[in-house]
């Protein structure tokens, strides 16, 4: 089993939907967990930290699930900028991080 | 976040030679930082630690005598690859780990050097 999986997609959505990627994690020690973006041949960039709490910034809320070991990023009102690849990243054991392959979204018109 | 700059960001060369990629943290002091490398379709994967003053720790699997990592500075590490061979063609990218360097924060990546072997 991966140490953390992600649906590779892709999510093809229209403009304005709401779409919602999961991801899943092995290590139940997991300290901190990020969702980042990638757009094509470039670095991934920090899209948000996942609280236990749930956060919001925007469009987006990251949810995490300690329990089943989840994670979850919900997009609002999708726009076509927010085509991407969105990385799911673990904060493993001694502060090693870990990535899932990333799930493709594309927003279309 | 952090600042950090990487070159070159392309670069192609023929089999059997080295190629040296630099990794600068512009707007703080980084102790550590990290080297990943991402083939297509797949997630980062961690090839090495590079620590200040000291060895680099690689991953299980990476050549530590073909991945030389130099981290002489607290701003600056270097990835070479030496004898570069087609299969080691990736997306190369460095990392530093977010203020204060807990092992809990974000991390910013470089904007990666694409390596091409030929």
């Known amino acids: 089993r991966k140490e953390v999986e992600q649906d590779p997609g892709p999510f093809n959505v229209p403009e304005g939907a709401t779409v919602a990627f999961n991801c899943t994690y092995s290590?139940?020690?997991?300290?901190?967990f990020f969702w980042y973006r990638q757009d094509c041949r470039k670095e991934p960039k920090l899209l948000m930290s996942?609280?236990?709490s749930g956060n919001e910034d925007g469009r987006f809320t990251a949810q995490l699930n300690r329990a089943s070991q989840y994670i979850s990023l919900l997009i609002r009102d999708s726009k076509l900028s927010d085509s991407a690849t969105y990385l799911c990243?673990?904060?493993?054991?001694?502060?090693?991080?870990?990535f899932g392959t990333g799930t493709r979204l594309q927003v279309t018109l | 976040g952090a600042v950090v700059s990487q070159h070159p960001s392309w670069v192609i060369c023929k089999s059997g030679t080295s190629v040296k990629i630099e990794c600068r943290s512009l707007?703080?002091?980084?102790?550590?930082m990290f080297w990943y490398r991402q083939f297509p379709k797949q997630s980062l994967m961690l090839m090495a630690t590079?620590?200040?003053?000291?060895?680099?720790?690689?991953e299980q699997g990476v050549e530590k005598d073909k991945f030389l990592i130099n981290h002489a500075s607290l701003t600056l590490s270097t990835l070479t690859v030496t004898s570069a061979h087609p299969e080691d063609s990736s997306f190369y990218i460095c990392?530093?780990?977010?203020?204060?360097?807990?092992?809990?924060?974000?991390?910013?990546f470089g904007q990666g050097t694409r390596l091409t072997v030929v």
């Open positions: 990243v673990v904060n493993s054991l001694r502060g090693k991080l870990t």
């Open positions: 290590n139940s020690a997991s300290q901190s």
């Open positions: 996942v609280y236990s």
């Open positions: 707007d703080f002091q980084a102790t550590t």
């Open positions: 590079s620590n200040e003053g000291s060895k680099a720790t690689y």
């Open positions: 990392s530093v780990r977010g203020w204060g360097g807990s092992v809990n924060t974000e991390a910013f």
